[in-house]
């Protein structure tokens, strides 16, 4: 009985991973085509899914777990899940890579700014 529930929930984590992916796909196209003052409201959105498919990540390793736990080997659905994860470090490294960059980039331009352009960066209840 727990190996068949742990099924269902496999299938609940595929449906919901791919109804994510297809929600950020619109929100990135929809990001693409907006106006400078609405992207910061497209990103929270974008932000927001992209929590929920981490999760639903998670819930697919701990579907992994409990089967083998339950002694029922999946190498097709270990495999996929091993590619999507690698996947997904790939990428997350390179976004820590390049805004890595931007930071370095950003901070040289701010300290060879003058003083009084300095002063406009400033946050108002910088201490």
Do not use: H
Not at 26 to 51: H, M, R
Not at 72 to 78: A, F, G, L, P, Y
Request: charged share 30%; hydrophobic share 35%.
């Amino acid at each position: 009985m727990l190996i068949e529930q742990v099924r269902v929930q496999q299938q609940y984590t595929i449906g919901a991973k791919e109804y994510l992916e297809k929600k950020i796909d619109a929100v990135s196209e929809e990001f693409d085509g907006a106006k400078e003052e609405s992207k910061l409201s497209i990103l929270n959105t974008y932000s927001e899914l992209q929590d929920y498919l981490n999760s639903s990540y998670d819930a697919s390793w701990q579907n992994l777990e409990w089967l083998d736990k339950l002694d029922v080997r999946d190498e097709d659905t270990e495999a996929e899940f091993k590619l999507l994860i690698g996947n997904e470090l790939r990428l997350t490294s390179a976004s820590i890579e390049y805004f890595g960059q931007q930071s370095t980039a950003i901070s040289a331009q701010i300290a060879s700014a003058p003083e009084a352009d300095k002063a406009v960066c400033k946050p108002a209840n910088s201490f």
